[in-house]
């Protein structure tokens, strides 16, 4: 095959092949399409992009698909399997998927963490020999009052070595400029400095940890012991699946001495995320009591500390909140 | 629009300018709508199907084409909406996929037969159920009887382009016949290529042609019967004359490519080979994964395998001559089915070919079937080479171990154990005694005692946490506090929409209850059937006299667009359940797009606003009138910001569901996503709704009007527009350039509300 010009890699198909791991709701499936725009219409490549599909809903994770050549087709429409470059939306998504998996030695990842490379690397369990790009978006984002894709961008760009940010900036305008054209410099502004407030570090090459093998989804169920007709008989079995991954940084924390045990956070609760049981409450009386938070199931939206007549429920960081709080299972 | 480069197609004598952009399959459905510029669009949004209609829609909003777009109320509405429009002779477009097909498959028939030509995209999609919305093609192949041409679109170009070149094939004199345009779901229809499309509507105008109506019903100088009573020996004289049509499109059709490939530089044949002049071994393969397969091919060739692929543009008419020619040296031929015609030990196109083949007594090949990518399946290059090697095994043996067989069906994991979660709810346990339902002794009506917020945390939940809905989705409140109010054992029929899909994702279930889906066109007469068959088991004494349980039949106010019909049948039969209603206003789970009870002027997906067009055109349904007017025991409407009133009327529903008949209710729910409100602020924003009159809280008890909430007596009273501004969706309706049109909403309201006050003030309204 005959040697890139602009790519600075591609696999034995001639693509670079890019997968961005991301929650619903932060801008991925925008950027996947703004990316793919500079470098398809900006800098004449071909290539395809598209998100994982399904009816994925606000807060769920989702994954985004480009893929770049210079030929002049573009052949395998199936998912990116084995990415040069992964770029990580948001860190929880790792406590509940092997976002890693398939990474290309030698690839690059881009995190949206606040993190030093050498810290995410422990976290994630980054291999040797992978390029890490830090960048701390959320405070981006946050500052620039724009969402998370338009940091990301701008670090993802940079992390590619070939995407020319000029040509991504002129697709964000292009993007933005008719519906929300005061959105049009945030983001350009929230681009730069994901393209420039990044922390790089080459890992070097040691065996501390094992790249992942690309797995396609399978159930765990099969034709051979499925119950007839697609019934499921096991009543109540979602209330196995962690969702903690779906919050968007946010969550309320309990304070139990403020409590005055109403049951207002447990009627606007959409996950039924407070838990009561029988008890004895503040004033010694037996009754249903509050007992905590469930936050395996909480999505964040912090609907119960806007109910709470009392300062009981107070919305609070995710991230700036103790491990214990969290990791409490109220019974 | 064009976010692309124009430039002047290179290379491409004589062709016209085009723009290069980076567009998915249904954006380039929509923009080669806009280029024909139809007369109408007659439609119903369903996944994956549904961005046609949304682009067309704000193209529609930028004064982009004319086509005047008409939202059905079933797929079934949208196909008569599309054969009434053809009548008055005019070009017609629509879109759907898998369930929506089906439903609108009884007019399908009546289109063709009745020779209106119209182009139809089918964006394929697995047909339910279980419910799937994920690629196959079980869907289209429903369609090979119907009497449609029916062209396969492998790419988001060919989208367009056999858009276009449907168009002016349909509307040969000797054709006169409707088409579809069929796409794969999500893998083409979602999926950004680049793409080139002509710059202006210029040169495809001039392609098709101005529209030459045939027969039509608006001509009062020539006065015609459409659709007569037509039997025997006279039918099969229209069938034969269809099945002219199909032999004069089929000999057409490659013109008509020519004639494209000169103003496009795109040169299409009836089928796709690729080096099938050598092949051995070749794999059959329709649409989207056709692309992928070639990579196949070429890694197998580098390793001196002499395997091929074949696919086909169009499947009606079927290309029966071509495939004989191109099979003539084929030693076997592995035929990928998406679907599966089962029983038939083989796919439809399995047993096309086949059929094909039998007509050249010269032919050898040995035909493998194999159903593949069945529900969205990924199929990768591998999946290509596997399936090849079948072929290539059965040429070194010489033997076909399996003629028939389903590729990529997993069997159990080893290390799969069952979860038991909980335990059943017992009856004891869901009637704590906290609510009591005592009947006033004066009128006999239920009156409902003991609602506590506190006391009522200890009510099992029979839906557990663990779904996926979006943060603060307004569904679980309101349909887990209704619960609450229902004592004893519930089974729970819930029609598609968000709340179905986000509960009930295979192998999971949020349900500690039964619970039962079916589409929700059809959940009311699905429940009908079974509370009545339910009192017959226990008349027969089949299931124990004292055992109970309460029927809940679960909605959005979608299901009540393409379902109202069953629910009014329900309501005439008056069988003893509850059918609960929670409206978001919107197809929510499809995207947001508008629904009957979108209020006017509000944006959706197929509702935008821009200078052409102000949101959505007409005013908000009045379901629960609808209802009133059934003349049922019960109806109430209800909100999750005022629970003491929502419990009461879950308990209400649930006395009058036992003992004297059907019940309907509505819920208000937010859905901060497609309304663009504050997650946080889901009860402020919904109070909102009830204080300013928009959705007030009433029950009509035996046709007895009571309003619950007054906001006016309260002084709580805000004019609408205060929630409007509330949310992303409305707020533009505090514009200036919205005055008028919000002073009309707000007039609505109030007669409404005047309206309501009447009848609640006299005992005969």
């Not at chain 1, 998100?51 to 002049?72: A, D, H, L, N």
């Not at chain 2, 027969?540 to 019909?565: A, C, N, Q, Y």
């Amino acid at each position: 095959m005959a040697k890139p010009k602009i790519l600075p890699k591609v696999n034995e198909y001639d693509c670079y092949e890019i997968r961005m791991e991301s929650i619903g709701g932060l801008g991925a499936n925008v950027a996947g399409k703004i990316l793919a725009q500079a470098g398809i219409l900006g800098q004449g490549l071909n290539g395809l992009n598209f998100s994982s599909y399904g009816s994925e809903k606000q807060g769920t994770p989702v994954k985004g698909f480009i893929r770049f050549t210079e030929k002049e087709s573009v052949r395998i429409n199936s998912p990116v399997t084995q990415p040069h470059l992964i770029a990580v939306f948001h860190i929880s998504l790792a406590n509940v998927l092997p976002v890693l998996e398939g990474l290309k030695p030698e690839g690059t990842v881009v995190v949206n963490t606040n993190k030093t490379p050498d810290e995410i690397r422990d976290i994630l369990k980054i291999p040797g020999g992978i390029t890490v790009y830090c960048v701390d978006a959320i405070k981006i984002t946050v500052e620039e009052k724009v969402r998370m894709n338009a940091p990301m961008m701008g670090a993802i760009t940079k992390a590619t070595g070939f995407l020319d940010p000029e040509q991504v900036k002129k697709y964000i305008r292009e993007t933005f400029k008719k519906k929300y054209p005061q959105v049009v410099e945030p983001n350009c502004k929230a681009f730069d400095r994901g393209y420039k407030e990044l922390q790089m570090k080459v890992l070097a090459k040691d065996d501390k940890y094992d790249f992942i093998e690309y797995h396609p989804f399978m159930s765990p169920i099969g034709y051979d012991t499925a119950p007839m007709g697609g019934v499921i008989t096991d009543f109540g079995n979602a209330f196995i699946k962690d969702l903690s991954g779906s919050r968007a940084g946010y969550i309320p924390v309990w304070h139990e001495e403020e409590c005055i045990h109403c049951g207002q956070c447990d009627i606007v609760c959409p996950d039924y995320a407070p838990v009561f049981g029988e008890g004895t409450d503040h004033k010694g009386k037996q009754g249903m009591v509050m007992r905590g938070i469930d936050y395996k199931h909480c999505k964040g939206c912090l609907k119960c500390v806007e109910i709470c007549p009392t300062d009981a429920l107070t919305g609070e960081i995710e991230a700036e909140v103790a491990e214990e709080i969290l990791s409490t299972v109220p019974k | 629009m064009a976010t692309g480069v124009i430039e002047k197609a290179k290379n491409k004598k004589g062709a016209a300018e085009q723009v290069v952009d980076i567009k998915t399959g249904n954006e380039m459905a929509a923009i080669a709508a806009s280029h024909v510029n139809f007369h109408v669009m007659g439609y119903y949004p369903i996944t994956p199907s549904t961005q046609i209609p949304e682009e067309t829609d704000r193209m529609k909003a930028e004064g982009e084409h004319d086509i005047v777009m008409i939202p059905g109320d079933g797929e079934h509405g949208a196909a008569g909406i599309c054969f009434g429009a053809a009548t008055a002779g005019v070009r017609v477009f629509n879109a759907t996929a898998a369930n929506g097909l089906l439903f609108s498959i009884e007019q399908l028939p009546v289109q063709s037969g009745c020779r209106y030509p119209m182009v139809l995209n089918i964006v394929a999609r697995s047909v339910s159920g279980p419910l799937d919305i994920k690629c196959d093609h079980s869907d289209i192949m429903m369609a090979l009887n119907t009497g449609w041409l029916i062209f396969m679109a492998k790419d988001p170009q060919r989208i367009y382009d056999f858009n276009i070149c449907a168009v002016k094939w349909g509307e040969l004199e000797d054709v006169r016949l409707p088409v579809m345009v069929t796409s794969d779901g999500f893998f083409t229809s979602h999926q950004l290529r680049r793409v080139e499309y002509f710059s202006t509507r210029d040169p495809v105008q001039d392609f098709i042609g101005k529209f030459k109506p045939g027969i039509t019903a608006v001509d009062p100088n020539h006065p015609v019967t459409i659709g007569p009573y037509m039997n025997d020996p006279d039918l099969i004289n229209n069938k034969k004359q269809q099945s002219m049509a199909m032999e004069a499109a089929y000999k057409h059709l490659p013109k008509i490519f020519e004639e494209y490939a000169k103003i496009s530089g795109r040169k299409y044949e009836l089928i796709e080979t690729y080096k099938m002049d050598d092949a051995e071994v070749a794999l059959f393969i329709l649409n989207s994964p056709y692309d992928t397969v070639l990579q196949s091919v070429d890694n197998m060739r580098a390793e001196g395998k002499k395997v091929g692929a074949i696919s086909l543009n169009i499947i009606r008419p079927f290309p029966a001559d071509l495939i004989r020619q191109v099979f003539r040296n084929t030693k076997v031929l592995v035929v990928g089915d998406r679907q599966d015609s089962y029983g038939a030990w083989g796919g439809n196109m399995t047993h096309e070919i086949k059929s094909a083949l039998k007509d050249d007594p010269e032919n050898k090949t040995e035909v493998l079937s194999r159903i593949y990518g069945i529900g969205g399946k990924e199929f990768y290059v591998e999946d290509g080479i596997a399936l090849l090697e079948e072929g290539l095994e059965v040429l070194k043996s010489g033997e076909v171990k399996k003629r028939y067989a389903y590729f990529g069906a997993t069997e159990t994991a080893k290390d799969y154990k069952p979860v038991q979660a909980f335990e059943p709810i017992t009856e004891e346990e869901a009637s704590p005694e906290i609510i009591r339902v005592e009947l006033n002794p004066k009128t006999g009506v239920p009156e409902v005692k003991g609602v506590n917020m506190r006391a009522l945390t200890k009510m099992p939940k029979r839906i557990v946490p663990g779904h996926g809905a979006c943060p603060g989705c307004g569904i679980f409140p309101s349909i887990g506090n209704f619960l609450k109010g229902i004592k004893g054992h519930v089974v729970m029929l819930w029609h598609t929409g968000c709340g179905m899909v986000v509960t009930t994702g295979y192998p999971y279930t949020s349900f500690r209850t039964t619970y039962i889906h079916n589409l929700f066109q059809n959940g009311a007469a699905t429940m009908s059937g079974l509370v009545e068959a339910y009192v017959e088991r226990k008349r027969r004494g089949e299931i124990p006299g004292d055992e109970d349980l309460t029927f809940i039949m679960i909605t959005g106010d979608g299901g009540h667009d393409i379902g109202i019909g069953p629910t009014i049948g329900a309501a005439m039969r008056n069988h003893k359940f509850i059918i609960l209603e929670y409206d978001n206003e919107g197809y929510m789970n499809t995207g947001a797009q508008l629904s009957f009870t979108t209020p006017k002027c509000m944006i959706t997906s197929t509702s935008h606003v821009g200078p052409a067009q102000a949101g959505k055109a007409t005013f908000h349904k009045d379901t629960s009138q609808i209802m009133a007017a059934c003349n049922i025991p019960y109806v109430f409407t209800a909100v999750e910001s005022n629970f003491v009133d929502l419990v009461k009327k879950a308990a209400k529903a649930q006395w009058y569901a036992k003992h004297e008949g059907l019940v309907f209710g509505k819920i208000l729910s937010v859905c901060p996503l497609s309304w663009r409100s504050d997650s946080r602020k889901g009860q402020e924003v919904i109070q909102a709704a009830v204080d300013s009159n928009f959705f007030p809280l009433y029950e009509i008890e035996r046709g007895i009007t009571k309003i619950n909430y007054d906001p006016e007596k309260r002084n709580k009273k805000i004019p609408a527009i205060e929630w409007f501004k509330m949310m992303g969706r409305s707020r533009h309706m505090a514009k200036p350039a919205y005055a008028k049109i919000t002073e009309e909403v707000q007039n609505e309201v109030d007669r409404r509300w005047a309206r309501l006050k009447a009848m609640a003030e006299s005992p005969v309204l």
